[in-house]
């Protein structure tokens, strides 16, 4: 991370933050090209150990790739503020966000 004064290290912190978002977003690797998709999402935490549990089809383009590729980066948002300005250039916003990398696990069971 570029400002370490600004990175999010405790985890009831980053708990907070995962609380405060709607969607997540995959990230994988099909065939040296990067794929994102938008998912809806679930977590558990046991101790400092957070799984991110994502819900999709048994079937299609993400299930393929993540079956020859299960490495993944997620990342989670959400918008507090929005700064406006004169210039294109002097807009921005504060926001929180979550990334986290990991391997993709399929589960059959409920």
Known sequence: MRRKNREVTKLT???E????CKVCRL?????????V?????????????????LHCAREGRK?????????VCIEMDQMK???S???GCDYSCYFESFI???QAVFLDDA
């Open 37 to 53: 998709v938008p998912l809806n999402f679930g977590y558990r935490q046991d101790d400092s150990v957070i799984t991110i549990f």
């Open 13 to 15: 912190e980053i708990i």
């Open 85 to 87: 300005g004169e210039k």
């Open 63 to 71: 299930t393929e790739i993540l079956k020859q590729n299960n490495q």
């Open 17 to 20: 933050i995962i609380n405060g």
């Open 27 to 35: 990230a994988m690797v099909d065939n040296g090209q990067p794929y």
């Open 81 to 83: 503020e929005l700064i």
């Open 100 to 102: 986290g990398t990991g």
